[in-house]
């Protein structure tokens, strides 16, 4: 009996300091911490790769930004600590640098490394115009702008190899023409590149992965030469084939970082919305995701081939190249890619313009036809917009997704953002494009006075006016985004919002405000909507 009465204590405290060795957060800890502890450095089939660790850190709730000096000064008052410790891994290689001869190149293996490869800083965000960046990507100077931008970043929360974590993979909005997930040179979380690679949302419990890739003509210029020399006889969508080889990175490499390559959920907003609908429409990313999450970027089209080629050839005279041929290609290899993009960005704009094309490889008809003929990855599919986008397009939307509901088996899911800090709601503000972005990022207060300017007017006040209201909502969006990556099912339980799928009987659509709403008639809606 005493034997049996020490071995009940024995095993009473080791429970008792395995519980106070557990973090407390909303995740559930129990699904990410067992399995061989994880330590750098950590094996990726390139090469090790060794990154550093973010800790119970300060976090400023509301920044005041100059843009003329890009200085940041926090309000002191409004200051907490937020996260607990996790691994980040910065600039992580998933593909060659496409430069020279792979320049215009579907992309290729990374040479694998000899010892360890630190991780700990940004790499430069994909080349674009403008160069310095715009104050939004926190003005980004030349020097950290390059075609060699075949990166990522993973943020991990697993203590255990074998954690098997939900993984989300976020692509950055700026169209298909600029943006980056890769604030190289600028303070971690300066704006939506470093606001997305914070940690909050992988603290909820999951992995999540920024990816870069290219960009504008860089990453979309079609061509005939280039039809001509590629075995599939397609040309253009470098950009997303980046992605596609993203993808795949993770599903060989994202278990040693404590990820389920199984779970896998993409999602982004605006451009990133746009590179989600075409990856649901790729053949070539079948089986690479299992949950997408298009934000503010419901794109359904495409540029036929030969239009895109022909668009190419605009643009490469523009430049001097008159060539169609292999020399001329060579030629346009040869250019700077700062003479490339500020060609394509130099009025008139009718040489060319960035799309993504219909070239019977990546995208074999238009991503509507797609969508509404059964062709897509059918997978869950959440579609997001924010009130004040809310318009005469919405009821388009509406026509594809209830076509989309009966083909494919997966449950679809759809919401409004509608939620305002108090100070912008009580000046008529509405949710604008991007809100959503803020919440989901746990960077309330940070984000939001980046949008002065940009896609607010400058003379709203630099403080939002943010209350629990709007922390209850964040949390909310980090809830539902990893119950979405973890499951395919939307629905936080223990918040209580019982969240229907998007039916072609029944529209149903979530008012994600304080508190959110089931609502019914998406397809109905033509105006925006206002903060509640």
């Known amino acids: 009996m005493k034997w049996k009465s020490l071995m009940s204590s024995v ?21 990410y911490d067992h399995g061989i502890r994880i330590s750098d450095p950590i094996k990726t089939d390139a090469g090790y790769v060794s990154g550093t660790m973010i800790d119970v850190h300060d976090r400023c709730w509301v920044y005041y930004f100059d843009r003329d000096t890009g200085e940041l000064t926090c309000d002191p008052e409004k200051k907490g600590e937020v996260g607990e410790p996790l691994r980040v891994y910065r600039g992580i290689p998933y593909a060659a640098p496409p430069v020279g001869d792979l320049r215009w190149k579907p992309p290729q293996p990374v040479t694998p490394w000899e010892g360890i490869r630190e991780c700990t800083k940004f790499t430069p965000m994909a080349a674009q115009y403008p160069f310095p960046s715009s104050f939004f990507y926190g003005s980004i100077p030349e020097s950290d702008i390059s075609e060699d931008c075949l990166y990522l970043n993973v943020i991990t929360p697993a203590k255990r190899s074998r ?122 990313a079948s089986g690479l995701f299992h949950r997408a999450v298009c934000q503010s970027g419901f794109a359904t089209g495409g540029n036929p081939l030969a239009v895109a080629e022909q668009m190419g050839l605009s643009l490469a005279a523009r430049l001097g190249v008159t060539d169609p041929g292999p020399d001329g290609l060579a030629q346009l290899r040869s250019l700077s890619w700062q003479e490339i993009v500020t060609a394509a960005n130099t009025q ?74 108090d100070g912008w709601k009580e000046l008529g503000v509405n949710a604008w494009h991007g809100t959503e972005v803020t919440y989901q990022f746990g960077d309330v207060g940070l984000v939001m006075g980046m949008f002065l300017g940009a896609l607010l007017p400058t003379d709203l006040p630099i403080d939002p006016g943010v209350t629990d209201k709007d922390y209850w909502v964040s949390h909310y969006m980090m809830s539902m985004l990893r119950n979405f990556a973890a499951t395919g099912n939307p629905n936080v339980r223990h918040l209580r919002v019982k969240w229907p799928a998007f039916t072609a009987d029944e529209q149903y659509y979530l008012d994600i405000g304080y508190k959110p709403i089931v609502k019914n008639g998406y397809g109905d809606l033509t105006e925006q909507q206002p903060p509640r």
């Not at 009473?12 to 995740?27: E, K, M, T």
């Not at 579609?383 to 318009?391: C, L, N, Q, R, T």
Request: charged letters at 10%.
């Open 163 to 284: 954690a098997r974590l939900p993984v989300m993979v976020w692509f950055h909005g700026g169209g298909l023409t600029s943006g980056t997930n890769s604030p190289a040179g600028v303070h971690n979380y300066v704006g939506p590149a470093g606001g997305c690679n914070g940690p909050p949302l992988p603290n909820y419990g999951a992995v999540l992965v920024t990816v870069q890739h290219r960009l504008g003509p860089i990453g979309f210029m079609a061509h005939p030469a280039l039809t001509e020399e590629s075995p599939h006889q397609a040309s253009g969508n470098y950009g997303l084939l980046d992605l596609v080889a993203a993808l795949k990175w993770v599903q060989k490499n994202i278990a040693a970082f404590g990820g389920d390559p199984d779970r896998v959920m993409i999602f982004g907003h605006s451009g990133g919305g746009w590179k989600v609908n075409t990856l649901v429409a790729s053949p070539l």
């Open 348 to 421: 008139p704009y009718t040489a060319y313009r960035t799309n993504n094309t219909v070239d019977g490889w990546f995208l074999e008809d238009t991503i509507r036809n797609i969508f509404t003929s059964g062709r897509q990855n059918d997978v869950p599919y959440m579609v997001s917009y924010a009130g004040a986008e809310i318009g005469a397009n919405t009821p388009l939307i509406a026509q594809v997704l209830v076509e989309m509901s009966q083909m494919q088996q997966s449950n679809i899911y759809v919401d409004v953002m509608t939620q305002v800090p």
């Open 11 to 31: 095993l009473g405290v080791a429970i008792a300091l395995s519980l106070i060795a557990i973090p407390n957060s909303y995740a559930r800890k129990d699904h």
